[in-house]
């Protein structure tokens, strides 16, 4: 039998003017480590790991492991950016693989979310969008090569 994966990992900077936003991932935090406690979302079945860092003011949304749900991560961030009324609009990309090598097993997703909600996109469909319109006889999409220099090297355009 095999073995589903996600994996994820998320930076979340938040405002240091505005300690409340630490305080709403802190009682996030909370409540999953203390299933009785009420906390700001239900985070009951949490399928991600949080970290929380004070100086600068950040949170850390990640999962590595067998069993993870992005999608809950991506509702946690709807629910801080509804809760704040933030207009920021945040994504998460997911890479998802199986521990055995089954064909086409291997896939990834992306989670875009604002305080209006959140969408999903998977690279299956990106896929086949993109074979449609190749299809369809519209112009295949350039590809560029990748720039193998880094913004700090001498190097660098």
Wanted: with cysteine; charged share 25%; hydrophobic share 30%.
């Amino acid at each position: 039998m095999a073995n589903y994966y996600e994996q994820f990992s998320k930076i979340l900077p938040l405002d240091a003017k505005n300690p409340k936003e630490l305080e709403w991932w802190q009682k996030v935090l909370a409540t999953q480590n203390d299933h009785g406690q009420e906390g700001p979302i239900d985070v009951m079945e949490t399928g991600f790991d949080i970290k929380i860092t004070e100086d600068p003011p950040s949170v850390w949304l990640y999962c590595d492991q067998e069993g993870s749900d992005s999608g809950q991560a991506a509702e946690a961030i709807h629910q801080f950016l509804k809760h704040f009324d933030l207009p920021d609009i945040i994504t998460i990309s997911v890479a998802c693989w199986c521990s055995k090598p089954w064909v086409d097993e291997q896939s990834g997703h992306i989670h875009v979310i604002s305080k209006e909600g959140w969408e999903s996109g998977h690279l299956w469909t990106l896929g086949a969008d993109i074979e449609k319109a190749i299809k369809d006889g519209r112009p295949k999409p350039q590809q560029k090569p990748l720039d193998q220099t880094g913004p700090d090297d001498p190097g660098a355009r």
